[in-house]
């Protein structure tokens, strides 16, 4: 996937923190094609502010459940994968750092 509009990338976050909650509450999830990248078929100034109260709402939601994970939580496995919840929280938590850094890049080239 080129990466080619920071509202691309809004969208693919918000798409990963919502998979990850869903796998924290038991749910085996995938994503592919547009579930994994969702395309941007509205340019409104509403649909900008939908994809920004979505991304904030999915953080929100995700940190209040990983607020309540114990110790013992992050050494099981989540569904449907072989790797860990304490693996999956910090697999996102990278995830989620890599494309911030894409958004920066994209804002500097905007000036």
């Known amino acids: 996937m080129a990466w080619d509009s920071i509202w691309e990338i809004v969208l693919h976050i918000a798409a990963w923190q919502d998979a990850v909650l869903r796998r924290l509450n038991g749910e085996a999830v995938d994503l592919d094609g547009d579930q994994d990248w969702p395309p941007v078929n509205d340019i409104s100034e509403g649909a900008w502010d939908e994809a920004i109260e979505r991304?904030?709402?999915?953080?929100k939601k995700l940190a209040q459940r990983i607020a309540v994970l114990t110790d013992a939580d992050l050494l099981?496995?989540?569904?449907g994968r072989d790797h860990t919840v304490y693996m999956t929280v910090h697999g996102l938590i990278q995830?989620?750092?890599y494309h911030a850094g894409q958004i920066?890049?994209?804002?500097?080239?905007e000036r």
């Open 55 to 59: 991304l904030k709402t999915g953080h």
């Open 95 to 97: 995830h989620n750092l």
């Open 76 to 79: 099981n496995k989540v569904p």
């Open 104 to 109: 920066a890049i994209l804002k500097k080239s």
